[in-house]
């Protein structure tokens, strides 16, 4: 078994007791922490030690909502006059995208997207993946992404009507056994769906069935844009979160994504039934779609989380992105600072130990070793009072030195030492090419 320690760190601990430790260490056997704190380490002999150089040293970051798949969309105009709402949206990009990728493209858009997750210093990805002309083993080729990069990921496939009825649900049902007859903690599963306006009653109850019968929670977004609340009311005549209900989709396992549009009885609903609501504040201002009203759901005792939508893999930044578009939403300069920092921190943390067996989410003993080293000495003081302010306005901006995903360091100075990163680009900037040119 491998062993690591950290010296010299600014340890922010996030346990229970929410400790800042100057001059800490963190010492790693295997994939797991066994102890973190101001440490005697005469005793320890490890096989790599990395000095932090005073530099702040965090548990890796979680992920709530990812979208792989979605890597090549970088730069790319689709054919055809612009979309100027979410529904035309979904049909001129993301559905001409997501068809034209075959099974190597879903492999290198996750493994550039998980390269930049790494280098950003989140170690665990809860994703959401379409590929409707490669879909049956698709989310192999997304796993083994997973392992080459070294992260840990909660995977499903999104389950819609769009192109042919029913479309994903083998590959859930597969994926899920798959991870649960392998005692292997690095990934785990969902049962995907895509979202409430393209699911009929048919599909959603297939796929209620499978799920339940494997005891598997959901994915799915939800109210994400009014046309998605408006066509669930046309066609099956009642709101979003009450069909979900009648269904079995809510759940503690169960992640309901944006929620833009949810009433306030359907946020008790979310509390009731202790779904998760997860945020994706820049993909909701990028498509012009409202502001999720986070604060009431908290409010209503909701665990949100926040994800980043595949708009990038940065998550501190999504955390800055939430607090500012409440305070713009709601012309209030003192909402939404402490909660957004909280959620990204503790609930994504909460969240993700629902699906995983391994816990994670705080520098201690026991914990899986995601560890990150950021490039950052603060030039005023940092402490539990005054973390918040050095995460959004100073951890925003700077680099990942080095990020430990299981007990491996998967960012060494900046670069992924086991990954030829400059080969991998440049082959997928030809998948690319040759990816526009089918969809053009
Ligand atoms: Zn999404």
């Known amino acids: 078994m491998t062993s690591l320690l950290i010296t010299n760190g600014?340890?922010?601990?996030?346990?229970?007791?929410?400790?800042?430790v100057e001059n800490g260490c963190v010492y790693v056997e295997g994939d797991r922490i066994v102890a973190a704190g101001d440490l005697d380490t005469s005793s320890y002999s490890p096989d790599r030690t990395l000095d932090a150089g005073g530099k702040l040293v965090m548990p890796g970051l979680i992920n709530a909502h990812h979208h792989l798949y979605s890597t090549f969309a970088r730069g790319f105009t689709p054919p055809g006059p612009q979309a100027t709402n979410f529904d035309q949206n979904l049909k001129r990009l993301w559905w001409k995208l997501d068809a034209a990728l075959d099974s190597e493209d879903v492999y290198h858009s996750a493994l550039l997207a998980l390269m930049d997750s790494a280098r950003a210093g989140c170690t665990t990805i809860i994703d959401h993946h379409a590929s409707p002309s490669c879909s049956d083993g698709s989310l192999d080729q997304v796993e083994q992404a997973f392992r080459d990069v070294g992260l840990s990921g909660c995977l499903c496939y999104e389950v819609s009507d769009r192109n042919k009825d029913g479309e994903g649900i083998e590959?859930?049902?597969?994926?899920?056994?798959?991870?649960?007859?392998?005692?292997?903690?690095?990934?785990?599963?969902?049962?995907?769906?895509?979202?409430?306006?393209?699911?009929?009653?048919d599909t959603l109850q297939r796929c209620a069935d499978i799920a339940h019968e494997l005891e598997a929670g959901f994915h799915v977004h939800a109210a994400e844009d009014v046309i998605d609340v408006q066509?669930?009311?046309?066609?099956?005549?009642?709101?979003?979160?009450d069909r979900f209900v009648d269904f079995g989709i809510p759940g503690s396992k169960t992640i309901f994504v944006h929620g833009t549009c949810l009433e306030a009885a359907e946020?008790?609903?979310?509390?009731?039934?202790?779904?998760?609501?997860?945020?994706?504040?820049?993909?909701?201002?990028?498509?012009?779609?409202?502001?999720?009203?986070?604060?009431?759901?908290?409010?209503?005792?909701?665990?949100?989380?926040?994800g980043t939508d595949g708009i990038s893999s940065h998550l501190i930044s999504q955390a800055r992105a939430m607090y500012l578009h409440q305070r713009a939403e709601h012309r209030?300069?003192?909402?939404?600072?402490?909660?957004?920092?909280?959620?990204?921190?503790?609930?994504?943390?909460?969240?993700?130990?629902?699906?995983f067996a391994e816990p994670r989410g705080t520098l201690a003993a026991g914990q899986l070793a995601d560890?990150?080293?950021?490039?950052?000495?603060?030039?005023?003081?940092?402490?539990?009072?005054?973390?918040?302010?050095?995460?959004?306005?100073?951890?925003?901006?700077?680099?990942?030195?080095?990020?430990?995903?299981?007990?491996?360091?998967?960012?060494?100075?900046?670069?992924?030492?086991?990954?030829?990163?400059?080969a991998i680009r440049a082959h997928c900037r030809e998948r690319a090419r040759t990816l526009w040119a089918r969809i053009n």
Do not use: W
Not at 184 to 191: E, K, S
Not at 232 to 237: C, D, I
């Open 10 to 20: 600014l340890l922010a601990t996030l346990d229970d007791d929410n400790r800042f």
């Open 171 to 201: 590959e859930n049902e597969r994926y899920i056994r798959k991870c649960r007859d392998s005692d292997d903690g690095q990934m785990t599963a969902l049962f995907g769906l895509h979202a409430s306006m393209t699911l009929g009653n």
């Open 231 to 241: 066509m669930t009311q046309e066609r099956y005549g009642q709101g979003i979160m």
């Open 267 to 306: 946020m008790d609903a979310l509390q009731a039934t202790d779904s998760v609501l997860v945020n994706n504040p820049e993909s909701n201002m990028n498509n012009g779609l409202g502001v999720s009203p986070i604060l009431d759901m908290l409010k209503h005792g909701v665990t949100v989380g926040v």
């Open 332 to 355: 209030d300069p003192t909402l939404a600072f402490a909660e957004a920092c909280e959620i990204l921190l503790r609930n994504n943390s909460h969240i993700a130990n629902r699906l």
């Open 371 to 422: 560890v990150v080293i950021h490039d950052y000495v603060p030039f005023t003081p940092l402490n539990a009072d005054t973390f918040y302010g050095h995460l959004l306005f100073g951890l925003s901006f700077s680099r990942i030195q080095t990020t430990i995903a299981r007990g491996r360091v998967v960012v060494d100075d900046g670069r992924l030492p086991h990954l030829d990163e400059e």
